[in-house]
């Protein structure tokens, strides 16, 4: 009962049983006190008078018992009004909107609790979506301007071969890194609202990360740098395509961030019920302050090397890792390297 007792429903039911209780109660005083002064056996023929009384006093009654249920009942619906207005404003785009709840117990008060919940919700998703727009936007407008830049400059027939063909090399740069930024934005928009991993099929992964490293090897050759994979013999049941997007970023972000002549270092072997993986540089390495914020979306803690990444595909990595049952690790320290470590279930296959 004490759960109920400020139901919104149950005020209303309990105005209208008072208006009833308060009209029997007066219609009994008035039958009381005639019979009081009238014995039933000797009450002459009710005069039009009294049955015009009794009438009044029964519209009295309604009256009176009508405003107090209009009393009861606009405080009964006051908080549905309040939380209707508060409604509105939400949907014009006011995410700063609190209910109070003090004055408030029951169902009313979680029903306040839950709005207040949702409008904080709606408020951080609001904001992540409008830093996302801005960030998206910032970063295709860098390589846009890229393009336009040296393709105008490409129109001066005064450039010499050498030039021109650094131009050209620009141009082409800054539009992998576009088509490369756009692929992991569509990647990750898909993977947000996925919460399991279809099409899974088995596949060699130490096969698919020698491919990655195959394919990365113009990159990497020109720095000079040493890829040392070992990699055990490992058939893993997993999604193909996304797995593959795992070692092409870590890899691409090892080359990017490890100085000419430097080191790499890839592991992948069986670890009881897990897959492990480690990609391993010796490059500028991260304080723990970057770190903290690495897997975040665009996030860039070095900016002075910026111009190298967009702060996506540590967080497609992430995604796709968590998405498997996964879990993704990095150490690292400031011109000693870094080191993720990354571990995925050895699930059966079907």
């Not at 949702?118 to 904001?127: A, F, G, K, Q």
């Not at 890194?177 to 279809?198: D, F, P």
């Amino acid at each position: 009962m004490k759960k109920h007792i400020y139901s919104l429903w149950f005020q209303i039911v309990l105005a209208f049983f008072w208006v009833m209780i308060f009209t029997c109660i007066l219609m009994s005083v008035s039958i009381y006190l005639m019979l009081r002064f009238h014995p039933w056996n000797q009450i002459p023929p009710i005069p039009p008078i009294t049955i015009g009384f009794l009438l009044l006093l029964a519209l009295c009654s309604i009256i009176s018992g009508s405003v107090i249920s209009i009393f009861v009942i606009h405080h009964a619906l006051n908080p549905i009004h309040e939380l209707s207005t508060a409604m509105q404003k939400v949907a014009r785009g006011d995410y700063s909107i609190s209910l109070n709840t003090r004055n408030h117990k029951g169902e009313i008060l979680c029903l306040y609790e839950d709005f207040n919940q949702m409008v904080r919700e709606l408020n951080s998703t609001e904001t992540l979506h409008s830093d996302f727009i801005s960030n998206v936007s910032h970063e295709f407008k860098t390589p846009l301007t890229a393009i336009s830049g040296y393709a105008t400059l490409l129109q001066d027939d005064s450039l010499t071969s050498e030039e021109r063909d650094e131009y050209i090399d620009i141009i082409i740069q800054s539009t992998k890194g576009l088509s490369r930024m756009t692929g992991n934005i569509l990647q990750l928009s898909h993977l947000e609202n996925q919460s399991i991993i279809c099409e899974k099929e088995l596949f060699r992964i130490d096969e698919q990360i020698r491919q990655s490293i195959l394919r990365m090897e113009p990159v990497w050759s020109a720095k000079n740098l040493l890829i040392s994979p070992d990699l055990d013999r490992i058939t893993w049941y997993g999604n193909q395509e996304l797995t593959a997007h795992i070692w092409n970023n870590l890899l691409d972000n090892a080359v990017k961030f490890t100085p000419q002549g430097g080191d790499i270092l890839i592991t992948a072997h069986i670890a009881g019920e897990w897959l492990s993986v480690t990609f391993q540089d010796s490059g500028i390495g991260m304080t723990p302050e970057i770190q903290a914020h690495i897997f975040d979306k665009f996030y860039q803690g070095d900016t002075s090397h910026k111009k190298k990444g967009n702060g996506l595909g540590l967080a497609l990595v992430r995604k796709i890792v968590t998405l498997h049952g996964g879990s993704i690790h990095v150490e690292s320290h400031p011109n000693l390297g870094s080191s993720f470590k990354l571990l995925l279930p050895l699930e059966p296959s079907p």
